[in-house]
Every structure is written in structure tokens, then in C-alpha cells.
T-cell receptor, first 113, second 113 residues
Framework: DVKVTQSSRYLVKRTGEKVFLECVQD?????MFWYRQDPGLGLRLIYF???????EKGDIPEGYSVSREKKERFSLILESASTNQTSMYLC????????????FGSGTRLTVV | SQQGEEDPQALSIQEGENATMNCSYK?????LQWYRQNSGRGLVHLIL?????REKHSGRLRVTLDTSKKSSSLLITASRAADTASYFCATDSYGGATNKLIFGTGTLLAVQP
């Protein structure tokens, strides 16, 4: 069964910590995405990558960075976590064309205290 | 930026009834997709309709697309309690190096047994 795996289901971090969220896909997909989901706001795109070492900003990149050193792995980095980054983080991947839809991971619920 | 807006925000029906959810969007699209999310989990791709298609079926799902009105609807026939979930529309607009999906805020469907 093909899948996107997010390393943690729940995380609690302190304000100011550097936080790494990891995502791995086993479908040889070219594209990978990071979204955050907040009540009433739906899913908002943080960053995406269409190839190894390539990245593009989404709608809300401030306070985040990403890394894609290998095709199957896309990491989201919170350089200095803040309470307003408490959220559900969802990773997804797709073929370059995107015509088969996205495959999502189960999500990481991050709480910054 | 939110591209899709779902209507209604919440819908409660009895098992066996049909459920209709609507989505409006703002800009030209390549395709429109519908996803389902069970509580606190990742999203699952349901169906994709291309901009040159008007209607598509998949099992108990029927999707329509009206590009002149920039709107889509998702119909779930003969609903079951297991259909209880949030449903999101997402628009695929090519811009830059790859496709990316912009999601709406979702419709919360509750199917009462």
C-alpha cells in the first residue's frame, strides 16, 4: 500500500525551539507539499517542492523553511517555534502532472507552549 | 489565499438521504478535486474533474463542474454513517514550475444512523 509517512503524530515543543517535521513518501512522486490546517481557515500551503533541492514558497511561508535532499523526503523546519504555529501540519505528494490527485500523510498535530 | 469556498459549512442528514456540497472558486483552473477527511486525520482523494468535463461519477459520488459560474458540486447518494467526515474541494491552477492545489475551508457532513 503506497503511503506518505509523517514522523510524528503529536508533538509538543517550547517557544523558541527549532522544530523538524519529517515526511517520507514511497511512490517516487516528484512533487511534495506542506500544508497547515486551522479551524475555519482550511488548508493553507506553506511550501512545496517539485524536485530534489528545489522549493517554492506557498501562501504562508513566514517562519518556516524546508529541505529536500532526497526525492522521497521533505522536511519542514520551524526555525524558532512560536505559539501561533500551533496547528495540524499535513504533508502530501503527487506526480508532476498532479492529475491523479495528492496523497496525504496522517498529519502531525504540533503544540507550541 | 483561499480559492475554493464550500457551502454549506455544515450539513446533517439521515442515513439513506443524499448529500450535496457546493464549491465556488475565483480563477481559471486545470482541474478541480474533492477530498475527504475523517476527524483529525489526513485527506483522502475522492475524485478529479478536468476543466473540460461537466460531470463525473465514481461509485456513489457525482461531481459536476460549471466553469462559466466557477462552481462545482459533490453529490453523495444513499449516504451512510461512515460518510461522516469533512469534505474539501481543491483547485489546481498551473503557476510556476508545477501544479499546486488550493483548498477551500470544507463542509462538515454528519450522517445520522
Amino acid at each position: 500500500d503506497v503511503k506518505v509517512t509523517q514522523s510524528s503524530r503529536y508533538l509538543v515543543k517550547r517557544t523558541g525551539e527549532k522544530v523538524f517535521l519529517e515526511c517520507v513518501q514511497d511512490m517516487d512522486h516528484e512533487n511534495m507539499f506542506w500544508y497547515r490546517q486551522d479551524p475555519g481557515l482550511g488548508l493553507r500551503l506553506i511550501y512545496f517542492s517539485y524536485d530534489v533541492k528545489m522549493k517554492e514558497k506557498g501562501d504562508i511561508p513566514e517562519g518556516y523553511s524546508v529541505s529536500r535532499e532526497k526525492k522521497e523526503r521533505f522536511s519542514l523546519i520551524l526555525e524558532s517555534a512560536s505559539t501561533n504555529q500551533t496547528s495540524m501540519y499535513l504533508c502530501a505528494s503527487s506526480r508532476r502532472s498532479g492529475t491523479k490527485g495528492y496523497t496525504f500523510g496522517s498529519g502531525t498535530r504540533l503544540t507550541v507552549v | 489565499s483561499q480559492q475554493g469556498e464550500e457551502d454549506p459549512q455544515a450539513l446533517s442528514i439521515q442515513e439513506g438521504e443524499n448529500a450535496t456540497m457546493n464549491c465556488s472558486y475565483k480563477t481559471s483552473i486545470n482541474n478541480l478535486q474533492w477530498y475527504r477527511q475523517n476527524s483529525g486525520r489526513g485527506l483522502v482523494h475522492l475524485i478529479l474533474i478536468r476543466s473540460n468535463e461537466r460531470e463525473k461519477h465514481s461509485g456513489r459520488l457525482r461531481v459536476t463542474l460549471d466553469t462559466s459560474k466557477k462552481s462545482s458540486s459533490l453529490l453523495i447518494t444513499a449516504s451512510r454513517a461512515a460518510d461522516t467526515a469533512s469534505y474539501f474541494c481543491a483547485t489546481d491552477s498551473y503557476g510556476g514550475a508545477t501544479n499546486k492545489l488550493i483548498f477551500g475551508t470544507g463542509t462538515l457532513l454528519a450522517v445520522q444512523p
